[in-house]
């Protein structure tokens, strides 16, 4: 017969273009979705998920493509559930896709602060960010100027100060052959353009007070309570001063007496 010259089908088929094993119970739909769902689980990025939309045409072209094989009525069966669920899938896939790009959308436009916001808001926002900027930056440089010139002002009245060095004190003297201690301080300020009262006790209130520890040279160091002696501090602990009659004006350190009789100091520039 006929029959006896037919080959024995294999234990297996295709169905839509995927080979699958044949097994009790027929596992082959249960193959096929297994293939489905690990190329969904693949499909779950964001890229995918923004081109599922126009995965939608291959997807159909795919279900009019004409079958490899002589399918039999359970094939064509077997094929429509399939198709069925591919359909399912694919209208969810694009179901989902419509649901979420307002969601991402709307996150591009949330501000840091949880806020909705807009390109020129955030363009504002920046520029006023940046408007502050420039003008602390302006700040500081204005405020590194002026130390500068004060540093520079403060350099010229050390100088001045020893050059005196060797001349006389003399009781009220102010220069330019001898001085007196609030006569040097005066002079020295005077080299670098800043006019100073002549009195030892007006002239401690002819600047700004400044602690011990934070002296500069140019600075004015006083003693006594009553405020009557000055010196020019130049730095390292020392000063040049004109000490009382008898002696010569010179450099010293500023605790040539002790600790105790150093009253403040005061930056005059």
């Not at 990025?45 to 795919?62: F, G, M, V």
Request: charged letters at 25%; a positive charge.
């Amino acid at each position: 017969m006929a029959s006896s010259h037919r080959k024995p089908r294999s234990a297996g088929s295709r169905i839509a273009g995927i080979w699958t094993p044949a097994a009790d119970g027929d596992p082959r739909l249960g193959e096929v979705e297994k293939k489905i769902d690990d190329l969904y689980r693949r499909a779950d990025s964001a890229t995918e998920r923004t081109d599922a939309a126009r995965r939608t045409p291959k997807i159909n072209s795919l279900r009019k493509r004409p079958s490899s094989f002589t399918a039999t009525p359970h094939d064509h069966y077997e094929q429509a559930q399939l198709m069925s669920r591919l359909a399912a899938r694919r209208k969810d896939a694009v179901a989902a896709h419509l649901t979420e790009r307002p969601t991402t959308t709307g996150k591009r436009l949330q501000a840091p602060d949880g806020t909705r916001s807009d390109p020129r808001t955030a363009k504002a926002t920046v520029q006023h960010k940046l408007s502050a900027a420039r003008a602390l930056l302006s700040q500081s440089a204005t405020r590194w100027q002026r130390q500068e010139a004060a540093a520079a002002l403060a350099r010229q009245a050390v100088a001045f100060a020893r050059a005196q060095v060797g001349k006389p004190y003399v009781v009220g003297a102010a220069g330019p052959g001898s001085y007196d201690c609030s006569g040097l301080a005066q002079a020295a300020w005077k080299a670098a353009g800043v006019t100073l009262p002549r009195a030892t006790a007006a002239q401690a209130d002819a600047g700004t007070t400044v602690p011990l520890a934070d002296a500069q040279p140019g600075d004015l160091v006083f003693f006594h309570d009553d405020v009557s002696h000055v010196g020019v501090y130049v730095g390292d602990g020392m000063m040049i001063h004109a000490p009382k009659p008898g002696t010569c004006v010179r450099e010293e350190s500023i605790h040539y007496g002790n600790a105790s009789i150093i009253h403040s100091v005061v930056r005059p520039a």
